[in-house]
């Protein structure tokens, strides 16, 4: 198994910054795509941003111009740098990866962090 941890969340002001981290908590052989998904208190969860390994990007219309997703291949790291935060960006963020360990391979979800954007 893998544990995903994901950090960085908290109570920001509309037109804050916040920046999300994310890594395994022990070892692995690799890590392919990676990404971030949201989930707001009575909505389904709904993608964010995903990023491969070789650096390929996409994003959901709503955080186009004001997230970015980036990832640290040698720290086996993916970070969600959020400008402009708004109060509809309120959420539990949750990071994504498809895992390579030695002998399996499996796509893990982290427990999430909040995100808490208001005056």
């Known amino acids: 198994q893998v544990q995903l941890v994901e950090s960085g969340g908290g109570l920001v002001q509309p037109g804050g910054s916040l920046r999300l981290s994310c890594a395994p908590a022990?070892?692995?052989?690799?890590?392919?795509?990676m990404g971030w998904y949201r989930q707001a208190p009575g909505k389904q969860r709904e993608l964010v941003a995903t990023?491969?390994?070789?650096?390929?990007?996409n994003y959901a219309d709503y955080v186009k111009g004001r997230f970015t997703i980036s990832r640290d291949n040698a720290k086996n790291t993916v970070y969600l740098q959020m400008n402009s935060l708004k109060p509809e960006d309120t959420a539990v963020y949750y990071c994504?990866?498809?895992?390579?360990?030695?002998?399996?391979?499996?796509?893990?979800w982290g427990k999430g962090t909040l995100v808490s954007v208001s005056s």
């Open positions: 994504n990866a498809y895992v390579r360990l030695l002998v399996s391979q499996g796509n893990y």
């Open positions: 022990g070892s692995v052989f690799s890590i392919n795509d």
């Open positions: 990023i491969t390994s070789g650096g390929k990007t």
